[in-house]
Nanobody, 134 residues
Framework: QVQLAESGGGLVQTGDSLRLSCAAS????????VGWFRQAPGKEREFVAA?????????????YYADSVKGRFTISRDNAKNTVFLRMNSLKPEDTAVYYC??????????????????????WGQGTQVTVSS
């Protein structure tokens, strides 16, 4: 099993930046697909960003972003720390939500269609609150 713990959320102002962390334990997630989702009050959970392992030939991960965060958010991983990060710049009030990370093993096929669905992921963290004031 994989345990995930998000951190780094907080209360910020419009235009500020935050870096969320998703620390994994239980096993290495260096080859896993890791996604970030968010859920605002009264709204459905939505995909934010994900990365999937590029394999033994490709150097680096494949990355995927929701249109609403493209150009502002960056997902990355540090295998030595078994942690995935979500760097969020130019934050807006509409980014306010609880942010969750989730993982799926590399055995699961991933593409731009499947990566945005929560059904792909097996393990989820408890979430971290991000609040952006106007």
């Amino acid at each position: 099993q994989v345990q995930l713990a998000e951190s780094g959320g907080g209360l910020v102002q419009t235009g500020d930046s935050l870096r969320l962390s998703c620390a994994a334990s239980g096993r290495s997630i260096s080859s896993y697909t890791v996604g970030w989702f968010r859920q605002a009050p009264g709204k459905e959970r939505e995909f934010v960003a994900a990365l999937s392992w590029g394999g033994y030939i490709r150097s680096g991960d494949y990355t995927y972003y929701a249109d609403s965060v493209k150009g502002r958010f960056t997902i990355s991983r540090d295998n030595a720390k078994n942690t995935v990060f979500l760097r969020m710049n130019s934050l807006k009030p509409e980014d306010t939500a609880v942010y969750y990370c989730a993982t799926a093993p590399s055995s699961k096929s991933v593409d731009s269609r499947t990566v945005v669905s929560g059904d792909l992921y097996d393990y989820w963290g408890q979430g971290t609150q991000v609040t952006v004031s106007s």
